[in-house]
C-alpha cells in the first residue's frame, strides 16, 4: 500500500492550491484521511481529517480556508487550500487508516509530502 501526495509547489499570498493524494496497492477500504503539516524542525501538526461518509474536520488555523474531500472511486483525498498565507509554507503529508482484508485492523499510513511555498 502506497500513499502518493502531489500539488505543491509555489503560490503567492491569498492564493490558491489544491493537493491531491491517491491510495495504491491491495485493501478493502479507507475509513479515515488526513492531511498534516510539518515545517523545518517543528512536530509533524495535523490540518484536517476527512472520513469516508465525506465528514471533514479542520485546525482552527485553516477552518473556513482549508477543504478536505475525497474521491472514493479513486481513493483519492484531496486538499483545496484558499487565502493561503505565508506561515502556510510547509511540507504537508498525507496519512490514512487502510484496512488490507475485510475483518482486519487498520494500519496507519504515510504519503511521502509535497512542499508548499507561499510567497508574501
Known amino acids: 500500500v502506497q500513499l502518493q501526495a502531489s500539488g505543491g509547489g509555489l503560490v503567492q499570498a491569498g492564493g490558491s492550491l489544491r493537493l491531491s493524494c491517491a491510495a495504491s496497492g491491495s485493501f478493502v477500504d479507507i475509513p479515515v484521511m488526513r492531511w498534516y503539516r510539518q515545517g523545518p524542525g517543528d512536530q509533524r501538526e495535523w490540518v484536517a481529517t476527512?472520513?469516508?461518509?465525506?465528514?471533514?474536520l479542520y485546525a482552527d488555523s485553516v477552518k473556513g480556508r482549508f477543504t478536505i474531500s475525497r474521491d472514493n472511486t479513486k481513493n483519492t483525498v484531496f486538499l483545496q487550500m484558499g487565502s493561503l498565507k505565508a506561515e502556510n509554507t510547509d511540507v504537508y503529508y498525507c496519512?490514512?487508516?487502510?484496512?488490507?482484508?475485510?475483518?482486519?485492523?487498520?494500519?496507519?499510513?504515510w504519503g511521502q509530502g509535497t512542499l508548499v511555498t507561499v510567497s508574501s
Open positions: 496519512n490514512a487508516d487502510i484496512m488490507r482484508r475485510w475483518g482486519d485492523s487498520t494500519r496507519n499510513y
Open positions: 476527512s472520513s469516508n461518509s465525506g465528514t471533514g
